[in-house]
């Protein structure tokens, strides 16, 4: 069955610093996959969306890349701040339906 | 990005009730919602994709007797939880989306709470 792995449960990061969040996927090949922020008691915020024919995309201090061989997506946050710190979920999906699966989600902690 | 309303944002009851809990589409017309549960510390469980005028699709171990999707209109689905038990209380999000490789927005959530 398909399986999506978020590789820390929690991350904690000096201020300033660049935050390296991953996503593994396995026994699944996604047209595209999401990055999503969800704060506390809220629903999920869209970021970033990168498709399987891009190898890196960027908004901001944001960045994605996308390795089909590795099956593994990094999402880096630069000159990180406090206001970064919430829950990070990627969401790997494919071109046939519009329903995406969640990965386990890393909480990200930004310390001044 | 689109705006999704949910309503309401929190609701307290006793186990028997059954709950309805409303998703609207603000600024589009939706074909498809999605219905998630997430439970404390824990990640989004995708529980059904709600049809406009047509049966949800449930993921499996999701009992539909159980969860009832109506998707009469294009701006408005209705997840409800019948006969609420304990065991129900979580944290129920909706989400639209134009269409596969795009993003969904999702609503600010309903917390249940099952006394």
């Known amino acids: 069955s398909q399986k999506i792995e978020q590789n820390s449960e929690a991350l904690n990061i000096q201020e300033g610093k660049t935050a390296t969040l991953t996503c593994n996927y396995t026994?699944?090949?996604?047209?595209?996959l999401q990055w999503y922020r969800q704060d506390p008691g809220r629903g999920p915020v869209f970021l970033l969306l990168i498709r399987e024919n891009e190898k890196e995309k960027r908004k901001e201090r944001l960045k994605v890349t996308f390795d089909t061989t590795l099956k593994q997506s990094l999402f880096h946050i630069t000159a990180s701040q406090p206001a970064d710190s919430a829950t990070y979920l990627c969401?790997?999906?494919?071109?046939?339906?519009?329903?995406?699966?969640f990965g386990s989600g890393t909480r990200l902690s930004i310390r001044p | 990005g689109a705006v999704v309303s949910q309503h309401p944002s929190w609701v307290i009851c006793k186990s028997g009730t059954s709950v309805k809990i409303e998703c609207r589409s603000l600024?589009?017309?939706?074909?498809?919602m999605f219905w998630y549960r997430q439970f404390p510390k824990q990640s989004l469980m995708l529980m059904a994709t709600s049809n406009e005028g047509s049966k949800a699709t449930y993921e499996q171990g999701v009992e539909k007797d159980k969860f009832l999707i109506n998707h009469a209109s294009l701006t408005l689905s209705t997840l409800t939880v019948t006969s609420a038990h304990p065991e129900d209380s979580s944290f129920y999000i909706c989400?639209?989306?134009?269409?596969?490789?795009?993003?969904?927005?999702f609503g600010d959530g309903t917390r249940l709470s099952i006394l």
């Open positions: 969401a790997p999906g494919d071109s046939s339906a519009s329903k995406i699966i």
């Open positions: 989400s639209v989306s134009q269409g596969p490789n795009q993003p969904q927005h």
């Open positions: 026994n699944y090949s996604p047209a595209y």
């Open positions: 600024d589009f017309q939706a074909t498809t």
